[in-house]
T-cell receptor
Framework: GNSVTQMEGPVTLSEEAFLTINCTYT??????LFWYVQYPGEGLQLLLK?????DKGSNKGFEATYRKETTSFHLEKGSVQVSDSAVYFC???????????????FGQGTILTVHP | NAGVTQTPKFRILKIGQSMTLQCAQD?????MYWYRQDPGMGLKLIYY???????DKGEVPNGYNVSRSTTEDFPLRLELAAPSQTSVYFC??????????????FGPGTRLLVL
């Protein structure tokens, strides 16, 4: 079956530091890949996505590139802010034959805390 | 446009009690989903629906039931609450537009404690 593995957290950074959160996946076919973010006390919201190999998703200064050869979708940001403190989830929608109905498979989430 | 709404926000149940978690969306989305989020475990799919009258099991359906009588509403029913069902429950929906079909919109969640 499909699975997503994220780097262990929590991650603690100072403001303006560089961020990388690693994500690797296992899936048959050509999945779509996502990063969702959950701010304290809120539901998840889409941060960025990529639907095919070598695509780069980007939003709010965050980027991730769909690497099929390494089955990875690492999240990066060049300069984090205190407001980026949240839980980040890597996820995929598989496309191994038939219709996926958009069902997401999530990683375990990575807690990011940014200090001033 | 309220998006996806969930009620209640928080509930304490005794073992063996039942309750219904409500979910509604006003975006005319065909697809709706229920997830549970356990600490350090990510989200697991409980049930999903691809339209009114059509539901199917996800990864962790045991102990839950759903119905979808309208496009807007997708309630989740717990019949006999157990401590293992202590979790945060999220409802989500996705667009019928094929280009955006895979982007899900989440509600704020319901925190459930079973004692």
């Amino acid at each position: 079956g499909n699975s997503v593995t994220q780097m262990e957290g929590p991650v603690t950074l100072s403001e303006e530091a560089f961020l990388t959160i690693n994500c690797t996946y296992t899936a048959t076919g050509y999945p779509s890949l996502f990063w969702y973010v959950q701010y304290p006390g809120e539901g998840l919201q889409l941060l960025l996505k990529a639907t095919k190999a070598d695509d780069k998703g980007s939003n709010k200064g965050f980027e991730a590139t769909y690497r099929k050869e390494t089955t990875s979708f690492h999240l990066e940001k060049g300069s984090v802010q205190v407001s980026d403190s949240a839980v980040y989830f890597c996820a995929l929608v598989g496309r191994a034959g038939g219709t996926s109905y958009g069902k997401l498979t999530f990683g375990q989430g990575t807690i990011l805390t940014v200090h001033p | 446009n309220a998006g996806v709404t969930q009620t209640p926000k928080f509930r304490i149940l005794k073992i063996g009690q039942s309750m219904t978690l409500q979910c509604a969306q006003d975006m005319n989305h065909n697809y709706m989903y229920w997830y549970r989020q356990d600490p350090g475990m990510g989200l697991k799919l409980i049930y999903y629906s691809v339209g009114a009258g059509i539901t199917d099991k996800g990864e962790v359906p045991n102990g839950y039931n759903v119905s979808r009588s309208t496009t807007e509403d997708f309630p989740l029913r717990l019949e006999l609450a157990a401590p293992s069902q202590t979790s945060v429950y999220f409802c989500a929906s996705s667009s019928p537009n094929r280009a955006n079909q895979e982007t899900q919109y989440f509600g704020p969640g319901t925190r459930l404690l079973v004692l």
